[in-house]
């Protein structure tokens, strides 16, 4: 009866714990009974205080989530900062690598960056980096002292609320998963071992997407975000006819004559063949109605015409027998 009673209590512990039973063993003899009852007593001793220790951080977590407070250290905000910024400079290229090489000085990485040119030829950089977070007022500073700031805009997404109650769940998790190791142990049967190592395998797939998502916060607490859009400052009056002169004066006057005329004529070109093209596209479907409609209608007028013209000689003919009646009269 005893032997009974301490594997019922066993039985029930494993299901609080982890929401699944171990079978009995086998029935044994007499004194292997009191024998396995004894090490079963000692078992049962040791599980209660491991399931009291299990409850109480489960309770804790279950309390923080009715609450809606978090069960970290609240002290320490997960704040995550984002910025952005345009800027007008007389170079964006050698703007650019500036600030490159800024960004690395102060620890920080490129995340994505590019330069181009437009239709009108205007030059843009574009650039995201990635600084500590207590480094992103020095590139702030950095980007400034390049020329001249249109915009810029800064951003912060406090994450405390959700990264420590995902870092709670963590703790709970690896907790469930040293009490189904210490059960795994103490298992005899190929069912009990199958039913533990199941619920082993959710409890580590949970473990790896909390940890997953921590370190992913991490990252985005510890580094700032700065994405700059560099262009290039507007060229005045006086610039422009400046630009002009220098034109002229260039030695290379000659070959920038020659490119100019091989551009009129590839636009001369590009303009034959596009008026060829539509006059094609036009004259197909006009080639298929005249064939469908038109040369019916030609065909039949000829063959009207032809018609006629036989039934006037015939005419002719036969009344040229009369008038020769009538002479003779």
């Known amino acids: 009866m005893k032997t009974k009673r301490t594997l019922i209590a066993l039985i029930l512990c494993a299901v609080l714990l982890a929401s699944f039973g171990c079978a009995a063993a086998p029935r044994a003899t007499e004194s292997e009974n009191l024998a396995y009852a004894d090490s079963a007593k000692g078992s049962y001793d040791m599980a209660a205080p491991m399931e009291e220790a299990a409850m109480a951080p489960a309770a804790a977590g279950e309390v923080a989530q009715q609450s809606g407070e978090p069960t970290g250290d609240f002290d320490v905000r997960k704040i995550v900062y984002n910025a952005d910024m345009s800027v007008t400079v007389d170079d964006p290229s050698a703007a650019l690598n500036t600030l490159l090489q800024k960004t690395k000085s102060l620890g920080g990485y490129v995340s994505g960056s590019y330069a181009t040119t437009d239709e009108e030829g205007t030059n843009y950089a574009y650039a995201t980096l990635k600084v500590p977070s207590d480094q992103l007022d020095a590139l702030v500073t950095a980007a400034n002292a390049l020329g001249k700031v249109n915009d810029y805009r800064l951003s912060s997404d406090d994450i405390s609320l959700s990264y420590y109650d995902i870092q709670a769940r963590l703790t709970s998790a690896k907790a469930e998963e040293q009490q189904l190791l210490d059960i795994l142990s103490k298992c005899e049967t190929v069912e009990e071992i199958l039913a533990v190592r199941q619920s082993l395998s959710s409890v580590r797939s949970d473990i790896e997407s909390y940890t997953a998502q921590i370190r992913l916060w991490d990252n985005l607490v510890a580094y700032a975000?700065?994405?700059?859009?560099?262009?290039?400052?507007?060229?005045?009056?006086?610039?422009?006819?400046?630009?002009?002169?220098?034109?002229?004066k260039a030695s290379d006057v000659w070959n920038k004559m020659e490119r100019g005329f091989q551009n009129s004529v590839r636009f001369?070109?590009?303009?034959?063949?596009?008026?060829?093209?539509?006059?094609?596209?036009?004259?197909?479907?006009?080639?298929?109605?005249?064939?469908?409609?038109?040369?019916?209608?030609?065909?039949?007028?000829?063959?009207k015409r032809k018609k006629a013209a036989a039934l006037k000689a015939q005419q002719a003919m036969s009344a040229e027998p009369d008038d020769t009646v009538k002479q003779n009269e």
């Open 268 to 303: 001369v070109a590009n303009a034959i063949g596009a008026i060829g093209i539509f006059i094609a596209i036009a004259l197909i479907p006009a080639g298929v109605l005249f064939l469908l409609i038109g040369l019916p209608i030609i065909l039949h007028k000829k063959n």
């Open 225 to 248: 975000t700065l994405s700059v859009t560099i262009s290039r400052t507007p060229k005045t009056a006086v610039e422009g006819e400046n630009d002009l002169i220098q034109l002229w």
